[in-house]
């Protein structure tokens, strides 16, 4: 146990400024935090046939597999803006100084020309150019979907906001990697430790200014409609959402109610009985089996998953 925590330590110190700075300092919230998009919303009359659906995150990875393959750290990439299934993606892009270290904040969002239109995208995949080369890091190019409900002119935000610096870069990257190789903390001593530490905060000090050159900023998803965006919109009407993630966090949703969620989660308390932690492991055929709905055909839209590609948010570095 205790190598794993050095292990563990080790990594996020050498990442810190890296990761962190890609992940730790986005303001990010779980969809539990975020408002649930309103049913309602999505104003359609319906038939009254109704079809029993329910969500399988696995079956809904499955659907976007090979649509789309992302850009490697040094490539070319200039693609252009396109909708998919009637949605564009949208980001904004600002450049500021933050503790005199360069800093860009990003802003994901979706709209859309159709009325009311509910479906399954991102939280917001970033990919970054420098003179129209990938500069961006692969962590978090994993598809997280979301539900999400867009009406014509305005910008449904994400909720998750990305900030990266210069060192966070992937052109960057193997700088810092290199300070860390092949580094033993289970035999480090103090100042051995304290030594790399160091690197590591000289190394941001160098990367504190964004490199010269013209930045472009895109967001991409896969939009998805069909049943799992259907029974998406109906457990969104509940106030259930973060499906991505239920499988963990069921234990702190309505859903915890069902004897079938609680029988897979497990609660730390204090001395007094008050509620500490609560942690769950739900398998996926459980969860499924509690998540299943009558939903209105009407909200299953036949039409296959599809990439969707933002106009680029812009700016230079002199």
Request: proline fraction near 6%.
């Amino acid at each position: 146990m205790r190598k794993f925590l050095l292990a563990l330590a080790a990594t996020v110190i050498a990442v810190a400024s890296a990761a962190a700075g890609w992940f730790g300092v986005k303001a990010w919230k779980t969809s539990q935090d975020a408002p649930a998009p309103s049913a309602s919303s999505v104003t359609q009359a319906t038939s009254g046939e109704t079809k029993a659906v329910t969500f399988r995150l696995s079956e809904v990875d499955k659907s976007v597999e090979g649509l789309f393959t992302s850009p490697q750290c040094g490539d070319t990439w200039t693609p252009p803006s396109q909708e998919a299934n009637g949605v564009l993606p949208k980001v904004d892009a600002s450049l500021r100084q933050v503790s005199g270290v360069d800093t860009v904040s990003v802003v994901p969002g979706y709209t859309t020309e159709t009325a009311g239109l509910g479906f399954l995208a991102s939280e917001g995949n970033i990919i970054v150019t420098r003179d129209d080369v990938v500069v961006t890091p692969d962590w978090g190019a994993d598809f997280v979907p979301n539900y999400y409900v867009v009406t014509p002119g305005e910008t449904t935000l994400t909720q998750n906001n990305v900030e990266f610096t210069g060192s966070t870069l992937c052109d960057v990257a193997d700088e810092l990697n290199a300070i860390w190789q092949g580094f033993d903390w289970s035999t480090a001593t103090d100042a051995e430790i304290a030594a790399k530490q160091a690197e590591t905060q000289q190394f941001n000090e160098d990367h504190k200014s964004l490199a010269p050159g013209h930045y472009k900023v895109y967001q991409w998803s896969p939009i998805i409609l069909g049943e799992p965006a259907a029974i998406a919109r109906v457990l969104a009407g509940e106030g259930i959402t973060g499906l991505a993630g239920l499988q963990y966090n069921a234990g702190y949703t309505a859903l915890y109610d069902d004897p079938r969620i609680a029988a897979h989660c497990t609660d730390q308390t204090d001395a007094d009985g008050n509620l500490l932690e609560r942690s769950c492991d739900v398998p996926e055929d459980v969860l499924a089996e509690v998540l299943q709905r009558q939903v209105p055909v009407e909200y299953i839209a036949d039409v296959p998953p599809a990439v969707a590609f933002s106009v680029a948010a812009e700016f230079d570095v002199k």
